[in-house]
């Protein structure tokens, strides 16, 4: 009897545990019209029915040039493709087609996102897609309507306003809350999101949902750097691969993107974590080899070169200012960007409940910056926004801060050269041992500049030098 009772009260659990699945099929209402297509593919293992089921675990294997197509079998009023990937292709094409045939459309997605969706013609009777490489898809949906479950990617943005650049997947929540609620979610500033490593598909889809929480709505990008525990300083730079991994993908990035303003981790590493370490130094050097030529010349030959104008270190303590991260968003119906920065951690269910609450007492502060390097000269004593002195003519997207209006005392005391020279902020000290410098990551020399860079971040890196972080208690980490 007791077990009966046990099996029961599980199955009520279950039960209970289906009902707040995500609902990506709508077949009640009849948006989801996707089982009433034809599907078919040139590979006999490749079906319709495992794309259909919610729980994720079931999905097609494709190989290079499979293709798989759909017939809506004229379903009206249809506008919406939804697929999910387990692994993304590299590169796919998808075609829409009307009744004879005769190609409407044509798309080559070489962006590699894992959740995508596409806007289907009017005039749309069936669709192709045909993968380049390697992959496994575990979703497609066709719907009339994009249910709110869905989310709606749009391939990372040409032009950067402001760049987070993270070593994990919830560090943009549990250090660095403060930047994308307020930026992307309620400013819609041109934001990008680079982790260094997202290794796993668990970690990836926590990621997406924790991004789109909190406004973000442009694909974040993966360095795709090999990472594990323990975070020890020379663990994790063995496992990196030393800077020169991180330093090229960094630098290509800011090229690529060309941000006014970036953020990353703190230079101490919030706690010493190796990763977040590495990740603030090699942002500095990034920083610097970007404007050079002959930095990683690949690269430069492919975006151009640029120039960032300010770079802050989440809770650097030089050039201190805090984002006003607990005043209502309308974006987010009067939250403020600290609440939503708790609803962005929410959806990373893999990780352990300690950060929820280390992130609730603001053991890491996330609106605490530090100006650590800047083309358009100091901050304001009470600034509050990471813009301030960035023309808005500058901007990607429209935006307007609003600006604080300190006393006359407090206007920066250091102001760009005429040349625009940058100001960098630290003081430089010297330990090797701690602190490798890249080897032949730049072929041409702009070395004595990466190494000044190097300063600003290692006046915090002193203390990991000194021993701190050999006895420093583990708080719980990946």
Known sequence: MKSYVRITAIALVIAVMLTYLPNFSSKADGNDVTASCTFESNNIHATLQPLLDDTLDKYISLNANDWFSL???DEKDVRFLYLQWNIAPKTFMLEQMDAKGNVLASDLDEFSMMQRCEKILLSCNSIKITVKDKC??????VYKELPQTVHNWLPPVEKADIMLIAAHPDDEHIMMGGVLPEYAGEKG?????LYMTMQNYTR???ALNGLYTVGLRTYPVNGRIFDKSPYAYETQ???WGGFDPALKIITEQLRRFKPLVVVTHAADGEYMHGAHIITSQVTLMAIEAAKDPKCFPESAQKYGTWEVKKLYLHQYPIHKMHLNDEAPLSAFDGKSAFEMAQAGLKCHSSQRAIWMERLK????????FGLAYTLVGLDSDDNTDMFEHISESDLAVNY???PPTPSPSAVPSAAPSESGSPIILGTPTSNPSASPLPGAACNGGNGIAIYLVIGAVILSISTFILGKYLGAKKVGRR
């Open 71 to 73: 017939s809506l079998n």
């Open 136 to 141: 496994d898809l575990s979703i497609l949906r």
């Open 189 to 193: 500033l041109a934001s990008v999101v």
């Open 204 to 206: 990836h889809i926590e």
């Open 237 to 239: 730079f063995s496992n």
């Open 361 to 368: 007492e603001r053991k890491f502060d996330p609106g605490a």
């Open 400 to 402: 307007l801060a609003n």
